[in-house]
């Protein structure tokens, strides 16, 4: 069996072509690709500007791009310590299997360390059985109890304006 060369990078903004391709993949995976709205212009201001908001690490086989991870910094209360929220992990189907992910995760886990993270957190479908065989792997215990809530763009845009209508 071939050992392949596998690297973990941090992204730079010339990968954004690969980025725009990776999360339009991704969105595919999920089975919502008409959910993916990035475009190369908001990535290169969110990602690399002044301020990131989030950050991606790149997976690359013998210098070609095969995977992502984006993630960004979040802050338990009950813990009293930063920790990291994985949005999004992605390996292309042809390279799965061949510790791509795995070496993904190595890497958000040091990232955590360094940062005096005590979590790191992120959703998986329950249709994945695959991902949740591959976290539960890594040592990632699988919550059920709690449900992901998500306030849409409308849905915020309408509670504002209720908010400005309070006295």
């Given at each position: 069996?071939n050992k392949i ?82 949005d999004d992990l ?78």
């Amino acid at each position: 069996m071939n050992k392949i060369n596998i690297s973990i990078r941090d992204a730079l903004p010339t990968d954004i072509p690969n980025i725009m391709k990776f999360i339009h993949l991704k969105a595919e995976f999920d089975g919502c690709p008409e959910t993916a709205k990035a475009t190369p212009q908001k990535l290169e201001e969110d990602f690399f500007g002044d301020k990131p908001l989030a950050f991606i690490l790149l997976a690359e086989v013998d210098g070609n791009a095969v995977g992502f991870a984006t993630y960004h910094f979040i802050y338990s209360t009950f813990l009293a310590k930063p920790g990291i929220w994985l949005d999004d992990l992605y390996v292309k189907a042809e390279h799965r299997n061949k510790r791509v992910g795995e070496l993904l995760m190595l890497r958000l886990c040091q990232i955590a360390q360094e940062k005096g993270c005590g979590r790191i957190d992120w959703t998986v479908a329950k249709s994945n059985d695959r991902g949740i065989k591959f976290y539960e792997r890594m040592g990632s215990k699988i919550v059920e109890r709690v449900r992901l809530c998500r306030l849409d763009s409308q849905a915020i845009a309408t509670n504002a304006s209720l908010q400005e209508k309070i006295p």
